[in-house]
C-alpha cells in the first residue's frame, strides 16, 4: 500500500486559517483525484474537498467559500487551505483518492480543533 501523512493540524480561534498538508510516498498523486475527507467525533467521515488530475475542485457547501485544495505533483503533496474556521470544523481531517481507494492507506490524520 501507498503511505499518505497529513499534518499541520492544531487548536485555532474562531475566524482563524490553518492549512493542512498530505504528503504521499512515491509518485502517484497525479494518477488520482484527491480529496481532503474529515471526521468529528460520533460522525461518518465525509469528504469535504477534492482537486482532479486536471486541478478542477469541488468543494462540500459547508466550506466552500472558506476551504482552498491545491495539488504539487512534483512534491507528491495534496493541501488544504483552511480559513475563517468555524467551531463545527473542528475533526480530524484526512487524505486520499477521490474515490478512497484499497491501495492507499488511510493516514493518521491530523486534529483540528477550533475552539475560543
Known amino acids: 500500500q501507498v503511505q499518505v501523512v497529513e499534518s499541520g493540524g492544531g487548536l485555532v480561534q474562531p475566524g482563524g486559517s490553518l492549512r493542512l498538508s498530505c504528503a504521499a510516498s512515491g509518485s502517484f498523486l497525479s494518477l488520482y483525484a484527491m480529496g481532503w475527507y474529515r471526521q468529528a467525533p460520533g460522525k461518518q467521515r465525509d469528504l469535504v474537498a477534492s482537486i482532479n488530475r486536471n486541478d478542477g475542485t469541488n468543494y462540500a457547501d459547508s466550506v466552500k467559500g472558506r476551504f482552498t485544495i491545491s495539488r504539487d505533483n512534483a512534491k507528491s503533496t495534496v493541501y488544504l487551505q483552511m480559513n475563517s474556521l468555524k467551531p463545527e470544523d473542528t475533526a480530524v481531517y484526512y487524505c486520499?483518492?477521490?474515490?478512497?481507494?484499497?491501495?492507499?492507506?488511510w493516514g493518521q490524520g491530523t486534529q483540528v480543533t477550533v475552539s475560543s
Open positions: 486520499n483518492a477521490v474515490p478512497p481507494r484499497p491501495t492507499i492507506a
